[in-house]
């Protein structure tokens, strides 16, 4: 698969930023059951043990907590749907993101700094201060000049990578659910 180039996605950039800033949709729900394993799902439950329940945050180490175990700011991944399907270039590849909620919303920094809370469905969640940024597998599966891009000073503004987010309310979540600031 050719992917993107850097000249590809500045010009498809304004497509990202016409991304519904109030009220947004939840695109794609996907499960991560073990390393580099995907499901996707039309409904999942959020809880503060899992995340999305079912999901294999909880058994994730991390070199940001004290302990090594999974980071309680960092239970959910989101992405943006109108980034992730440029270089993903095909919904079947979506998941390999390996983002658990897919958006069409925009998470930029400006839009949704740390600590906003968003409904979606029956949950509330809170995006925290946790970074998240490309790494060797979104390189592998997307492309260097994606990774570059997502990263990029440009990137890291309109959090192109994702976001990190943490459970506040449990509940249930699906494909379709309407996403609103609270």
Do not use: Y
């Amino acid at each position: 698969m050719d992917h993107l180039t850097t000249a590809e996605l500045e010009a498809r950039l304004d497509e990202i930023r016409e991304s519904p800033a109030d009220r947004g949709a939840l695109k794609l729900i996907v499960q991560r059951p073990a390393v580099d394993m995907r499901v996707v799902l039309a409904e999942g439950e959020l809880n503060s043990d899992e995340g999305l329940a079912g999901d294999s945050w909880n058994q994730r180490s991390s070199k940001r907590t004290e302990d090594g175990g999974a980071h309680p700011d960092m239970q959910l991944n989101i992405i943006n749907v109108r980034f992730l399907s440029m270089v993903a270039q095909s919904e079947e590849r979506m998941p390999l993101a390996g983002d658990q909620l897919v958006v069409d919303f925009d998470i930029s920094e400006s839009n949704l700094p740390a600590w906003t809370k968003l409904s979606i469905g029956e949950a509330v969640i809170e995006v925290t201060d946790q970074p998240h940024a490309g790494c060797a597998k979104f390189t592998q599966r997307f492309g260097l000049d994606a990774q570059r891009f997502a990263n990029s000073e440009i990137g890291t503004a309109m959090k192109l990578r994702g976001i990190n987010a943490r459970v506040i309310t449990p509940g249930r979540i699906r494909q379709g659910d309407v996403i609103t600031k609270l």
